[in-house]
């Protein structure tokens, strides 16, 4: 079974960038799709980014598009989000989620599997 470990979360101010990784283990992430969602308190969880098996194609929700950016190693069996131009409404728990084989993680019922998530703070 596939364990999902992200990492990189923290506090920073409104405007500024934090990179957010999730490392793979037990099982490859090769051929499966993946993608990053975030719950806020008191809010459901939401879809933030996926990004296809192959790293070819990436979708975004439209509350980040522009801002962040999806992307994978395969060879390093991990998954990253490049978060620029935080804004203090980016503030929640974000989980690194992997779906199915050649799948698409585009919402919650696609997942397969979950990491335990990593706080992300923004400060106005």
């Known amino acids: 079974q596939v364990q999902l470990v992200e990492s990189g979360g923290g506090l920073v101010q409104a405007g500024g960038s934090l990179r957010l990784s999730c490392a793979a283990s037990?099982?490859?992430?090769?051929?499966?799709?993946m993608g990053w969602f975030r719950q806020a308190p008191g809010k459901e969880r939401e879809f933030v980014a996926g990004?296809?098996?192959?790293?070819?194609?990436?979708y975004y929700a439209d509350s980040v598009k522009g801002r962040f950016t999806i992307s994978r190693d395969n060879a390093k069996n991990s998954v990253y989000l490049q978060m620029n131009s935080l804004k203090p409404e980016d503030t929640a728990v974000y989980y690194c989620?992997?779906?199915?084989?050649?799948?698409?993680?585009?919402?919650?019922?696609?997942?397969?599997?979950w990491g335990q998530g990593t706080q992300v703070t923004v400060s106005s």
């Open positions: 990004i296809s098996w192959s790293g070819g194609n990436t």
């Open positions: 037990g099982r490859t992430l090769t051929n499966y799709g």
């Open positions: 989620a992997r779906g199915q084989v050649y799948g698409l993680v585009l919402a919650d019922t696609a997942v397969r599997s």
